[in-house]
């Protein structure tokens, strides 16, 4: 049974940083995302990374703020942010396809399979 837990969320300043992690389990996986979803609004992609090429792509909201790694030996994928603002405020939400994906897949939430619960991040101004 796969599994996807979340952890590392809570309350920060704004320009300040978090560390997101998501232990995996249950299966083999081809990528690994982060999605997110503020109060009202749909759920978003943030990034994906490649399991075995470490590839990595990413919104254009978070792109030098923001950097998915993941440590396939603890199948744990994390995601680092800095320079936090109260825009970044929402629910990360941890992604796993099994699939093969194109690129152009990666972005939307029909691409994957499996979901944890979802860690709050709140960023105060």
């Known amino acids: 049974q796969v599994q996807l837990l979340e952890s590392g969320g809570g309350l920060v300043q704004a320009g300040g940083s978090l560390r997101l992690s998501c232990a995996a389990s249950?299966?083999?996986?081809?990528?690994l995302a982060w999605f997110r979803q503020a109060p009202g609004k749909e759920r978003e992609f943030v990034g994906v990374?490649?399991?075995?090429?470490?590839?990595?792509y990413y919104t254009d909201s978070v792109k030098g703020r923001f950097t998915i790694s993941r440590e396939n030996a603890k199948n744990t994928l994390y995601l680092q942010m800095n320079d936090l603002k109260p825009e970044d405020t929402a629910v990360y939400y941890c992604?796993?396809?099994?699939?093969?994906?194109?690129?152009?897949?990666?972005?939307?939430?029909?691409?994957?399979?499996?979901w944890g619960q979802g860690t709050q991040v709140t960023v105060s101004p």
């Open positions: 992604a796993a396809s099994a699939r093969i994906l194109a690129n152009s897949e990666s972005y939307y939430t029909r691409s994957y399979d499996y």
């Open positions: 249950g299966g083999t996986f081809s990528r």
């Open positions: 990374v490649g399991w075995f090429s470490g590839n990595t």
